[in-house]
């Protein structure tokens, strides 16, 4: 492995959000019933996001096979019809712990902390270089293991909240098995100097404040 991958990789080992405290309350069963549906409310606003920084990102690639590909994560979110897709999926995992489908869509709820981490990965994708964007995006090389410890944590400790309901996960991650995999190959070919490296690293280690914020409001909102 070349030392500017074992960088990136390392980023996400010292600070990715399967650290926060809220996680680990989380998978050790220790989260209450208000907390979680806190949760998912406002990790909603995350993923309902996703697409829209999708978008910014692909308006910066410069050719038809680059789009193409970046194209199925908007479609892997939003579905090719309605009904289908990761959103619709999320929604479903809401409605499973006894959340309002309406409620979810309106946005209320959504703590202001959760907005400002939201905009600030949206705005990274929108004003940032094409390489900080991708290089934002490979935290997902460790969200599988997580959305797997999530999956086990949720059976075991959560019984209350129907299987259905963590399909978003189980389809979750195999494909960001593939879009990490993907957005590596393209920053360790874009990145020519080490300035290009260093800034790569800085928006991964932004990203992964993105995420650490995301909870510390949920965190602190519903305890
Ligand atoms: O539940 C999680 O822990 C988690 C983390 C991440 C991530 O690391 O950004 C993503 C997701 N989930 C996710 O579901 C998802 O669709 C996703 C897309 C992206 C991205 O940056 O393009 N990250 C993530």
């Avoid at 989380?26 to 999708?54: C, T, V």
């Avoid at 940032?128 to 934002?136: N, P, Q, Y």
């Avoid at 393209?186 to 914020?213: I, N, P, Q």
């Amino acid at each position: 492995m070349n030392p500017f991958e074992a960088e990136l990789r390392a980023v996400p080992e010292q600070r990715y959000h399967h650290l926060h405290p809220f996680n680990l309350r989380m998978h050790a069963g220790e989260l209450s019933r208000e907390e979680l549906r806190g949760w998912i409310l406002n990790r909603f606003h995350y993923q309902r996001h996703i697409p829209i920084k999708d978008a910014h990102i692909l308006a910066k690639l410069p050719t038809s096979d680059l789009r193409r590909t970046w194209l199925r994560r908007i479609q892997d979110h939003d579905g090719k019809a309605p009904g289908e897709g990761g959103i619709e999926r999320w929604l479903r995992l809401g409605e499973a712990a006894g959340l309002d489908r309406k409620e979810l869509l309106s946005g209320e709820g959504v703590l202001p902390g959760v907005r400002l981490a939201v905009d600030g990965y949206v705005n990274l994708c929108r004003h940032g270089s094409l390489l900080e964007a991708v290089a934002a995006s490979l935290t997902e090389l460790f969200a599988p293991d997580l959305m797997r410890t999530r999956i086990a944590a949720f059976e075991k400790h959560y019984p209350w909240i129907d299987a259905e309901g963590l399909r978003y996960f189980q389809i979750r991650v195999r494909q960001g098995r593939q879009d990490s995999g993907e957005a590596l190959a393209l920053v360790l070919g874009w990145a020519r100097s080490r300035t290009d490296e260093e800034r790569a690293v800085a928006a991964l280690r932004f990203k992964c404040d993105v995420l650490w914020a995301l909870l510390d409001a949920v965190d602190g909102a519903y305890r």
